[in-house]
């Protein structure tokens, strides 16, 4: 079965630019869930979606917005970046809406800098 | 609120040698918790968990964790060390209610020297 894929690795972008992450979770996976991480905060939840619903989201601006479409699949989207939107940003798939603590499973995450 | 706490950023073991990585955890309600490995340039690799029963967990290449709810804590630990074992360990808490959201420790460096 294939991971979690994670689409593009590396990212670029300028300050004011906007950005879209794109990720594919474990086939038969409906929950998503998307996560920050940086040396200075570590990992941080963004937000999760189970079938194709926000069902909870972290503390972060509104300019982190996402979506989850109806075969699973999920794109995070950041507007107006900042340069401390740096990070690598990691999607997590999970088989369960979270009443069972089934496991996540996570991909290699995109690397975005912000110059 | 649900929280883990990793005291150590670093530690140190020779290969061969056990290694034990501490977690702490705080939550209201039943503690769901979680061990996961990043390697350099990496995503987060399932190690094992804990829901309930047995309170030692067998889990990936060969890890195991005691839960023990008397002290609050869930420490991983492997009874030879591997110099690839060396990497970011990450301790994590699911959150209340019906969620995925993990809460995530600060993360534990394990060096492990040939």
């Known amino acids: 079965k294939a991971g979690v894929t994670q689409t593009p690795r590396y990212l670029i972008k300028t300050r004011g630019q906007q950005v879209t992450l794109s990720c594919s979770p474990i086939?038969?996976?409906?929950?998503v869930s998307w996560y920050q991480q940086t040396p200075g905060q570590g990992l941080q939840f963004l937000f999760e979606?189970?079938?194709?619903?926000?069902?909870n989201k972290g503390n972060f601006p509104g300019r982190f917005s996402g979506r989850q479409f109806s075969n699973s699949r999920s794109e995070m989207n950041v507007s107006t970046l900042e340069l401390g939107d740096s990070a690598l940003y990691l999607c997590?798939?999970?088989f369960g809406g979270g009443a069972e603590p089934y496991e996540q499973y996570f991909g290699p995450g995109t690397r975005l800098t912000v110059t | 609120a649900q929280s883990v706490a990793q005291p150590e950023d670093q530690v140190n073991v020779a290969e061969g040698n056990p290694l034990t990585v501490k977690c702490t955890y705080s939550?209201?309600?039943?503690?769901?918790l979680f061990w996961y490995v990043q390697y350099p340039n990496r995503g987060l690799q399932f190690l094992l968990k804990?829901?309930?029963?047995?309170?030692l967990v067998k889990g990936s290449y060969g890890f195991e964790a005691e839960f023990n709810k008397s002290q609050t804590s869930f420490h991983l630990k492997k009874p030879s060390a591997l110099v690839s074992d060396s990497a970011l360990y990450f301790c994590?808490?699911?959150?209340?209610?019906?969620?995925?959201?993990?809460?995530f420790g600060t993360g534990t460096l394990l060096a492990v020297q040939p």
């Open positions: 939550v209201s309600g039943n503690p769901y």
């Open positions: 086939s038969g996976h409906r929950s």
């Open positions: 994590a808490v699911r959150d209340g209610g019906a969620t995925n959201k993990l809460i």
């Open positions: 997590a798939s999970s």
């Open positions: 979606y189970f079938s194709e619903t926000q069902r």
């Open positions: 804990y829901i309930t029963g047995d309170n």
